[in-house]
């Protein structure tokens, strides 16, 4: 079971396997390999993402120095193992929502040079 573990996802063996398992099982286990966000991707497949990506870039950069416009940056492919980049607030009450009542609380205690809550 080790060996077969170590195979590649497209090989012959384990997409015999998976194919042999019955629908529901097979979605269960697709779904418990999404919440935990791994995935077991090549140096090459991780190099092909980094392609894509250079060239969403360079298409989005072509763009908006054509129309003189801004539109909005193309998201990076997402990889297995690799945490999503969030995105920076845009205003006070997008900020305010991200983050726990006692964290704001604290910053404006801080802001307003008062004491800080417990």
Do not use: Y
């Not at 077991?40 to 993402?49: G, K, Q, Y």
């Amino acid at each position: 079971m080790v060996l077969i573990n170590q195979l590649p996802q497209e090989s012959r063996t384990l997409t015999a396997i998976r194919d042999s398992l019955a629908p529901e099982v097979r979605a269960k286990l697709a779904a418990e390999a999404a919440d935990q966000g791994h995935g077991r991707w090549s140096r090459t497949d991780m190099l092909l993402a980094a392609q894509v990506d250079a060239t969403r870039q360079q298409t989005w950069v072509l763009a908006e120095w054509k129309k003189g416009e801004r539109p909005p940056a193309p998201e990076p492919l997402k990889r297995p193992g690799v945490e999503e980049k969030r995105a920076k607030p845009r205003s006070i009450d997008e900020l305010r929502e991200r983050v726990s009542p006692q964290t704001w609380a604290r910053a404006e205690a801080l802001r307003k040079g008062l004491a800080l809550p417990d």
